[in-house]
């Protein structure tokens, strides 16, 4: 069983800064490309940024220039790093993972249960 756990939203003043992190546990062979997506009030669910194994990395429009993702292969771990926030970030910050469980021979798609961060004076 391949778990994601979230942590780090909160609420953040406009301008601010917060550092979101997603620990992966369970029987994990190997990990694949990570993301981190994010669900505001009344929108769909989006992506916001994503990292492969090799540490290439790739930002939705609204986030670049003041989001950063970022990966610990040996921990296991995803982070975002998120600068210069606006009300419009506000939303529920969720770790998507490819990974390959421990005994079988495919990758699947595992999803985190999400952090809150709202953005607000």
């Known amino acids: 069983q391949v778990q994601l756990v979230e942590s780090g939203g909160e609420v953040v003043k406009p301008g601010g800064s917060l550092r979101l992190s997603c620990a992966v546990s369970?029987?994990?062979?190997?990990?694949?490309?990570m993301a981190w997506y994010r669900q505001r009030p009344g929108k769909e669910r989006e992506l916001v940024a994503d990292?492969?194994?090799?540490?290439?990395?790739h930002y939705a429009r609204p986030v670049k220039g003041r989001f950063t993702i970022s990966r610990d292969n040996a921990k296991n771990m995803l982070y975002l790093q998120m600068n210069t926030l606006n009300p419009g970030d506000t939303a529920v910050y969720l770790c998507?993972?490819?990974?390959?469980?421990?005994?079988?021979?495919?990758?699947?798609?595992?999803w985190g249960q999400g952090t809150q961060v709202t953005v607000a004076s």
């Open positions: 990292i492969t194994r090799d540490g290439d990395e």
């Open positions: 369970g029987s994990i062979f190997r990990l694949y490309d």
């Open positions: 998507n993972a490819h990974a390959q469980p421990s005994g079988l021979s495919r990758i699947q798609d595992y």
